[in-house]
């Protein structure tokens, strides 16, 4: 349920077709938990992937999809917005829109190669493109191995331009026991770079510090 207490914030969050939807919707569930609003943007691909990566079956109408991830992620009234991919009235389009963050969780290598050289031929792209122009937060999570030359200049490019690129590359120090576990490593990253406030895993030097280690649900 969501904590009516945190003050509501606004992020945009995108799904593109790289493997890794796990940790999308687990970044989404935590936001709503946190009392964010999210405005979420899904490709034709990533569609494909959730269906296949995880149980969950999402309608193509934006409407149908809203429904079905509001249930997923406990979303409250107009606290998850979907936007269809050539919406070019949703807030994530302009720089006129609200000042918002955006995530893209997984990064695909195509997502990866449009922001770098500017396309904006669906709404996913257009909202990176923003996020650039406007010297927004825009935090990218690729999911690809090995990398080509191609894939490391543009995410060289994109590092240059101000995106933070945070391939889907959990660490083991915290002992994980699950796949879960690996999931909540790099989306406990993720919300720490938002600021939004996270117990799914302790940062660095806290487990000394409290003498303990803290538990993970």
Not at 23 to 41: E, F, K, P, S
Request: glycine content about 8%.
């Amino acid at each position: 349920m969501t904590d009516s207490s945190l003050p509501s914030r606004t992020i945009n969050l995108a799904f593109t077709g790289a493997s890794g939807a796990q940790y999308g919707l687990r970044l989404l569930q935590c936001l709503i938990a946190a009392g964010c609003t999210v405005n979420v943007m899904v490709s034709r691909a990533a569609q494909v992937v959730i269906a296949t990566e995880t149980d969950l079956r999402l309608p193509g109408a934006p409407a149908a999809m809203q429904t079905a991830l509001s249930e997923f992620a406990d979303a409250g009234p107009g606290q998850l917005l979907v936007f269809g991919r050539e919406d070019w009235f949703a807030p994530p389009a302009s720089g006129s829109g609200e000042k918002a963050p955006l995530v893209i969780c997984p990064c695909s290598t195509g997502t990866l190669s449009a922001l770098a050289t500017g396309a904006s031929n669906n709404l996913i792209e257009r909202a990176g493109d923003v996020a650039l122009k406007e010297r927004r937060q825009l935090l990218l999570v690729p999911r690809e191995a090995p990398y080509s030359e191609v894939h490391l200049d543009n995410m060289l490019r994109l590092t240059r331009m101000g995106a933070v690129i945070m391939p889907a590359s959990p660490g083991f120090y915290h002992q994980p026991q699950s796949v879960s576990d690996l999931v909540d490593f790099i989306v406990a990253r993720i919300l720490d770079h938002l600021g939004v406030p996270q117990d799914l895993m302790p940062r660095w030097g806290e487990e000394h510090a409290d003498g303990k280690r803290r538990d993970r649900t």
